[in-house]
């Protein structure tokens, strides 16, 4: 814990730093979007169990994660352990799809960051849309990067906001006598909660990019930050569930909503509104512009290879930031976003995340029981616990998607996935190509 | 002579003889460690305003800016421009520490000299 408070003197950001980017760019107003559905899913303090359930196994994952990169310290990130164990191509596998599907995801972010201007500026939410990609692409294209400290203020800020509301709204309705109401609810079948904790998984995504971040150093505090972050996410998003729970709205799975704003406008009004509203779209600009930084230099490493188009690889000498595989990118967000605003179905890509997520964690799950990062005094029950684990990740995953509240929005689902997986088996097939070729 | 070296060496008369990528780095000066992993080789490049100044095999006292470190081949390939460092530090096959930024640039360095 010591690394965690004390000074960086190893030349990695210090642990306040890491833990502020670990859980801010797990957050965003699609994980918001998320704990919202949980509740039309499950309902009640069953979303919350959802939301613990998902958090232990996160932490699960949290401590074999640390293990892969006290072993193999790349800021790469889980592309580089997986591949270290189980090879390049599966590696291309298993992360390529979480990664594709996190554009996919930028467009239901950037529907809701519509959604929330169009709420406290006089503009439709399209236009609100465009700005905020317009706006997050050009800053991220000159180099622009959030500060810790800005970084660390904009999650903090967020974070209480929006536990804070949660708070005020359990007292108001329990002042009320409506507490036990609102958080009772039938209980649901196994396999309902267990899709829930499936999809809840998904709200986690993006804690373990603190790699990134860490740049191969001090992979002992990144240890202690991923467990740390993991919980404090898991309080954060149990708090949300339980205020969400006690909104005075009928929950439908699926409507395009901003529910961070309903949560403000019970919780506390106007005000309310424009400072969640400020918070979340820089809690949305942060994860936006990770995304965008982390995928346009995988885009660009992969064009350099030939794996992609080698216009993609051009970086620019000055800002270090290649240009074209982030206008490659854009083109790709706005479509996305289009697709969303005009069809309305922002839960296929969550669901689609969820299983890709679930499918990676595995993966590393997998990675953490083979050489290098295997000890070789670890137990054969130990090993096939972990196998169990990464089994029933995948379950989850899949179980999420299967549980979709409609057959649209499980062919959507399952066809993102399916395009997701195709492109990444033949980008994986052309590098193993490359390779065997010389 | 090392391996390491005469091939950093190699390394450094290609990059010296693109004058016009030099001034590109010129506000470029840190000290890089290349390290053959498992504690073999390891040779360290002085770059001052984009140009190297000194090779030191083996490397110095005092802390490099930017280690990087991997298997003999991989390292042999990226200075003999086969390949760019990205590439096997993208598949976890190199590691660095030190900041991104020194680390892209280096990347950068190599791509810009590999041929196409």
């Not at chain 1, 609810?185 to 990019?209: D, I, K, N, V, Y």
């Not at chain 1, 995928?295 to 270090?320: D, F, H, K, T, Y």
């Not at chain 1, 083109?331 to 689609?352: E, Q």
């Not at chain 2, 000290?31 to 080789?41: H, K, N, P, Q, T």
């Amino acid at each position: 814990m010591s690394g965690v408070s004390g000074e960086a003197s190893d030349g990695a950001p210090p642990g306040w730093a890491l833990l502020s980017c670990s859980s801010g760019t797990a957050v965003a107003s699609v994980c918001i979007f998320g704990v919202f559905d949980l509740q039309a899913l499950v309902g009640g303090v069953w979303s919350v169990a959802a939301v613990v359930m998902a958090g232990l196994l996160c932490q699960l994952l949290a401590r074999r994660v640390a293990r892969l990169y006290a072993v193999c310290p790349s800021g790469a990130g889980l592309i580089a352990q997986i591949s270290r164990a189980l090879g390049r191509s599966a590696a291309l596998i298993a992360v390529l799809p979480y990664l594709l599907l996190t554009l996919c995801l930028v467009g239901a972010e950037s529907a809701l960051c519509g959604l929330v201007l169009a709420q406290v500026l006089p503009i439709p939410a399209p236009l609100g849309s465009l700005l905020f990609l317009g706006a997050t692409w050009a800053l991220c294209r000159r180099g622009v990067r959030l500060g810790q400290v800005a970084q660390a203020v904009c999650t903090g800020a967020l974070f209480i906001g929006l536990i804070g509301l949660a708070t005020a709204l359990m007292i108001d309705t329990a002042s009320r006598g409506l507490l036990l109401a609102r958080l009772s609810a039938p209980t649901p079948s196994f396999a309902a909660l267990a899709a829930a904790t499936g999809q809840a998984l998904f709200l986690f995504m993006g804690f373990e990019l603190v790699t990134f971040q860490a740049g191969g150093r001090a992979p002992q505090r990144v240890g202690a930050v991923l467990g740390l972050s993991v919980a404090l996410l898991t309080g954060f998003y149990a708090a949300v569930a339980l205020g969400i729970a006690c909104l005075p709205v009928a929950f439908e799975r699926g409507v395009l909503a901003a529910p961070q704003m309903l949560l403000a406008g019970h919780g506390g009004g106007k005000v309310a509104m424009v400072a969640i509203g400020a918070v979340s779209l820089l809690a949305s600009y942060t994860s936006f512009n990770g995304a965008l930084l982390a995928l346009s230099r995988l885009a660009a490493a992969l064009s350099a290879q030939g794996l992609l188009p080698r216009a993609l690889a051009r970086v620019e000498p000055r800002s270090q930031v290649p240009r074209r595989a982030l206008d490659a990118l854009l083109v790709v967000s706005v479509a996305a976003t289009a697709i969303v605003l005009t069809s309305g179905a922002i839960l296929p890509p969550i669901l689609a995340a969820a299983a890709a997520a679930a499918a990676m964690y595995a993966a590393a799950a997998l990675a953490r029981e083979r050489p290098p990062f295997r000890e070789d005094h670890r137990g054969r029950a130990r090993r096939g616990l972990g196998m169990v684990f990464a089994g029933g990740l995948v379950v989850l995953g899949i179980g999420a998607v299967l549980d979709a509240p409609s057959l649209r929005d499980l062919i959507a689902a399952v066809s993102l996935l399916a395009l997701a997986y195709a492109g990444a088996l033949a980008l994986a097939r052309r590098a193993a190509r490359r390779r065997s070729h010389g | 002579m090392t391996t390491l070296r005469q091939a950093t060496e190699a390394f450094v008369a290609v990059y010296h003889a693109r004058p016009r990528l030099v001034a590109d780095l010129a506000d470029w000066s840190l000290r890089i460690e290349l390290r053959i992993a498992g504690g073999g080789e390891a040779v360290a490049v002085r770059i001052d305003h984009g140009r190297v100044v000194a090779i030191e095999d083996p490397p110095g006292a005092g802390r490099a800016d930017l280690v990087v470190t991997a298997a003999a081949s991989v390292l042999l390939e990226v200075l003999a421009l086969r390949m760019s460092p990205n590439e096997p530090y993208l598949f976890g096959e190199l590691l660095v520490d030190g900041p991104e930024a020194a680390f892209l640039r280096l990347d950068y360095l190599v791509t810009a000299l590999c041929p196409e």
